[in-house]
């Protein structure tokens, strides 16, 4: 559907590519000689839309996914993508994702909004205990340091469950389903 480089560039559109009308709309809409908006909103969909791109595996959310994109493409700061960027970006999702790659993606969600919870309350708790601590304050120390504990203790667990979804989806990627049902692996299809 597009094209990104093994480095995770944007290039123009084939002629293959070009022949579907959201690509060739979002191409041909972009009047630059150099066609610099088309190639920022393909890193865009890239960004929010490649299970394998960066954001994707490293858990971000939409909207620091965003950020992210509008950062590493040159993009003004209150940049939006409209309704046609959305759509391919859907599209370029549900064309790269199974089961397997959902299943890694929610899980490196998690742990990076685990990460994020337990950052900030370390960060409330060092506030706390730097602003000298009163004995009013120590029911509220103690549920802090709780909570970091338990998030920390759920960290293993949830280590474990991502390497599980991931050989699951080398898996799923490895077998395809041949004539007849019979299980077909990468290895046994010539090249």
């Given amino acids: 559907m597009l094209t990104i480089d093994e480095t995770g560039m944007p290039k123009a559109p084939t002629l293959k590519q070009l022949l579907d009308r959201d690509v060739s709309l979002l191409y041909t809409r972009d009047k630059s000689p150099n066609k610099e908006m088309y190639i920022k909103e393909v ?3 890239y960004y929010l839309g490649d299970p394998k791109g960066p954001c994707l595996q490293e858990g971000l959310s939409e909207k620091e996914a965003l950020k992210k994109a509008i950062e590493n493409f040159d993009l003004p700061k209150n940049y939006q993508p409209d309704i046609l960027v959305w759509k391919l970006i859907k599209r ?9 790659m959902e299943a890694v993606l929610n899980i490196k969600r998690g ?5 994020l919870a337990a950052s900030k309350l370390n960060e409330l708790l060092n506030d706390k205990l730097s ?6 304050d120590v029911p509220v120390v103690i549920g802090y340091m709780k909570q970091i504990n338990d998030l920390a203790n759920q960290f293993p667990n949830t280590i474990k469950a991502l390497n599980v979804a991931e050989e699951n989806l080398l898996y799923e990627q490895e077998n395809v389903a041949g004539r007849g049902g019979v299980e077909i ?3 046994m299809i010539e090249e």
Avoid: C, M, W
């Fill in 43 to 45: 890193g865009v969909i």
């Fill in 92 to 100: 370029y999702y549900n064309q790269k994702a199974g089961a397997g």
């Fill in 111 to 115: 742990i990076h909004n685990v990460a």
């Fill in 131 to 136: 602003d000298g601590a009163s004995l009013e």
């Fill in 185 to 187: 692996t990468s290895s």
